[in-house]
């Protein structure tokens, strides 16, 4: 019983980590990469109606590998369009949501995932749901690497 118990404790723990690592606010997120020497990676998803958006969050973002790497090197921000009126955000929010698709996702593409420096410089972006999860998350590793 007590080993089920840590087993259980330790995915609430992985999962509520992993809700605390996307954040909303560029200019936060732009502080922060810089005074933690990071890149900033984008999200650009529809939470309420996306399929691969969600599997992304689902699948990808949650994977050791990942969340390893994002601990260690990114700034992670999420700019979420949902569709469905319950789920509509606050004004400033989608005001925030709409700059950042001006400045890295003028096409709309959902998902996208941008590698974005300090200065706002987009590194590579990642459409769609990657065909590999394995290989989405060593071409992240790599790419950081290259940039450093």
Known sequence: ?????LVLLSFVLVGN????????????????????????????SGSDWCGPCIRLHKEVFTTEVF???????????????????????????QKINDSLAE????KGIFPLTV??????????SWEGFPSSIDAFNEDLQQTIQDNQ
């Open 67 to 93: 969340l390893k790497v994002a601990n260690e090197k990114l700034v992670l921000l999420n700019a979420d369009f949902p569709r469905y009126k319950k789920n509509q955000l606050p004004a400033a929010q």
């Open 17 to 44: 980590a992993n809700a605390q690592y996307w954040g909303h606010d560029y200019a936060r997120a732009i502080d922060t990469a810089k005074n933690e020497k990071k890149f900033i990676l984008v999200n650009f």
């Open 103 to 106: 400045q890295f996702n003028n």
């Open 1 to 5: 019983m007590k080993y089920l118990f």
């Open 115 to 124: 590698l974005v420096s300090t200065q706002g410089k987009v590194i590579r």
